[in-house]
């Protein structure tokens, strides 16, 4: 028993004169990688986690490199790559682009309530979280309608619905 406690305590000495040297003992940081090793990390680390790496010496955490099956890729690459999803991908940015067109017409108080929906030929839809934002919006339609069209889209009709949840 006695000489259980003596090892323990020489390795909690060894362990405080690492710390107080700022040099880790290579033992902790050469485990075989979990099962979860590919996972994606947080980009930025927590605030505690950056303390006490910093009590331990370092003056940023130490390196990582995370790979997903080789090469990484943003969602906007995955995305354009693929044919299908690609089309898609050019009808959601078409529709934010009108949508960017007509920011400067609206009213100020509802441009953070007014979001782009389907573009379909020469109409395009327009969500709103409820009615009398919809009133109101149904009463610029006809300028929005002529702004666009002088901006190049060929839009001839803009509907507005009410989304049900926002």
């Known amino acids: 028993m006695r000489a259980l406690r003596r090892a323990c305590f020489h390795l909690k000495a060894r362990v405080a004169k690492s710390f107080l040297k700022g040099v880790i003992e290579a033992s902790n940081f050469n485990r075989p990688q979990p099962?979860?090793?590919c996972m994606a990390t947080r980009s930025t680390p927590h605030p505690d986690t950056l303390a006490a790496y910093r009590a331990l010496g370092y003056s940023s955490p130490p390196k990582a490199k995370v790979s997903i099956r080789g090469k990484s890729q943003t969602l906007a690459q995955v995305v354009d790559s693929a044919p299908s999803l690609a089309h898609f991908s050019a009808?959601?940015?078409?529709?934010?682009?009108?949508l960017k067109a007509i920011a400067p017409l609206l009213p100020a108080s509802l441009r953070p309530l007014v979001q782009s929906g389907g573009v379909e030929d020469d109409a395009w839809c327009?969500?709103?979280p409820n009615s009398a934002v919809a009133a109101k919006l149904r009463q610029t339609l006809p300028a929005l309608?002529?702004?666009?069209?002088?901006?190049?889209?060929?839009?001839?009709t803009i509907r507005v619905k009410v989304s049900a949840t926002r």
């Open 35 to 37: 099962h979860n090793c």
């Open 91 to 98: 009808i959601a940015r078409d529709s934010q682009n009108r």
């Open 126 to 128: 327009l969500l709103v």
């Open 145 to 156: 309608c002529a702004h666009l069209r002088t901006k190049g889209w060929n839009v001839n």
